[in-house]
């Protein structure tokens, strides 16, 4: 199994109307997430190994903490929230060491992971790294290393600076190591030592200032990672007697206060690297408006019934989400979807589905789209769930059979997850559709629910996903 390179690039890339300039300011977490920096802060706490004074982990923390480990395995936007939360706690927080604490990490074949235990006592932690296969040189073992090197780093096998931060790959040939392979005349050529370019690493071309076969200087290519780039096998967990391969007790820099964690919490959501864990914390705060971000276009698409295209915001004449702006029409969400409305063979009775713990209505609620990309359209109800996801006759039917199931209580909604079926690649029992009703008024100044007298038991999202556990 060969590493995954964690494109950010790609999995987490922010479209806008324009494109976005070298100048652009810094990155602006969502209102929602910039107001709760403190339970934040408490998460990213509970899953490092530092004793930070005056921090606890009440119950949104510990909820949080059991939702980070039910994205689903082997997943790439799961593996990129679980990265992403690692760096959050190393590099930007320091509850966890960084990575490079490590120094030197061995390459084997089939070795896949290194288990990391680190801290000491309660608080102990063990996370696991994925590495990648060693390189195979075409006349001796596959064996090499990993060696963390800063920025700017270079040598006489290859005087192009390191980018950045990261790990050098090294490799043994004969009696001698090696970090660069003589691409003078090509990979068929004996002096390329390599067999090929080894998977899933980025490529730092250069020149050599020493000769083998051939007097310098000599083009090459070295091999390398960012820090962070080690994939994440899996989240943090607390350590209960795991196997491990390396051991930290203690690290530099550690948060000394809460203010100061709370100072670090606040600018790495705005520091432009968080942008999954940016919508992952706005669906834990407010899954009324934003959806679980690790559901990516791909796991959407392959649990989309054939006959729910998604179609943009069907009534967007009825106003946004904003009760201070638009008082009539905020309250006006909360209507009925009309069965003139629906496509065909879709059409949810004005008197509401039948669903274990009472009726659910497909109220119109609102919807947005998101400059950010991993958030999409926004909201909920009707609007957002067309916009969204597409609605049809298969939907209604997943969506009926799923509500006489058992619901979970989550932050005062339902959420009710029917059997599996399969994914569009045909894949037996992949995906299950999952709804969520809105259960409790909420009261805040810009959604007073509770004081406006709005009717519940509206339907916030409804759509498929692949199968979770737990």
């Known amino acids: 199994m060969r590493l995954q390179l964690l494109v950010f690039g790609a999995l987490l890339a922010i479209t806008t109307l324009g494109v976005r300039s070298a100048e652009a300011a810094a990155y602006v977490p969502e209102p929602i997430v910039a107001e709760n920096v403190p339970v934040i802060a408490e998460h990213l706490a509970r899953g490092g190994a530092a004793d930070v004074p005056g921090v606890a982990c009440a119950t949104t923390c510990a909820d949080w903490w059991l939702q980070e480990h039910r994205p689903i395995p082997n997943q790439p936007t799961s593996q990129a929230l679980h ?64 060696r963390f090197k800063s920025a700017g780093y270079s040598s006489s096998l290859n005087t192009t600076p390191l980018p950045a931060d990261g ?58 990672l960012e820090e962070n780039e080690l994939r994440a096998v899996a989240p943090v967990e607390d350590y209960v007697d795991q196997p491990f391969d390396r051991q930290t007790l203690n690290w530099e820099d550690k948060p000394a206060s809460k203010a100061q964690l709370e100072t670090r919490t606040r600018e790495a959501l705005e520091s432009d690297e968080y942008r999954l864990l940016d919508p992952w914390y706005a669906y834990q705060l407010d899954p009324q408006t934003y959806e679980d971000p690790t559901e990516d276009d791909d796991e959407r698409n392959q649990c989309r019934p054939t006959d729910s295209a ?80 597409g609605w049809g006759a298969t939907a209604l039917e997943r969506t009926s059979e799923a509500l006489l199931s058992a619901p979970v209580r989550v932050s005062g909604y339902d959420r009710y997850v029917g059997p599996p079926y399969p994914s569009q690649s045909g894949t037996l029992a992949a995906c299950e559709w999952v709804v969520s009703v809105q259960r409790d008024p909420l009261e805040t100044p810009e959604r007073p629910e509770q004081s406006e007298g709005v009717p519940m038991n509206g339907i916030i999202t409804a759509h498929g996903r692949y199968v979770r556990e737990g």
């Open 310 to 389: 998604p179609s943009g915001d069907p009534a967007p004449l009825r106003g946004t989400q904003d009760f201070l702006q638009d008082p009539v029409r905020w309250r006006a969400h909360y209507d009925t979807v009309p069965s003139g409305e629906f496509p065909p063979s879709s059409v949810v009775p004005e008197d509401g589905l039948p669903a274990t713990g009472g009726p659910a209505y497909m109220r119109w609620g609102w919807t947005s789209l998101s400059h950010k990309e991993t958030i999409d359209w926004q909201g909920w109800g009707y609007r957002k769930i067309v916009a969204k996801h």
């Open 83 to 146: 990265a992403e939360l690692r760096s959050a706690r190393s590099a930007a927080t320091k509850v966890l060491p960084r990575l490079r604490v490590l120094g030197t990490i061995s390459l084997g074949v089939g070795t896949f992971a290194v288990g990391w235990k680190i801290g000491t006592g309660i608080r102990t932690k063990i996370l696991k790294l994925g590495v990648p296969d060693p390189p195979q040189p075409k006349t001796s073992p596959a064996s090499g290393t990993l």
């Open 167 to 224: 790990w050098v790959l090294h490799w043994w040939y004969g009696s001698s190591e090696w970090t660069a392979v003589n691409l003078s005349h090509g990979w068929g050529h004996a002096c390329a030592y390599l067999t090929g370019p080894p998977a899933d690493f980025r490529v730092l071309s250069g020149y050599a200032t020493i000769g083998w076969c051939e007097n310098p200087p000599v083009p090459v290519e070295s091999y390398w």
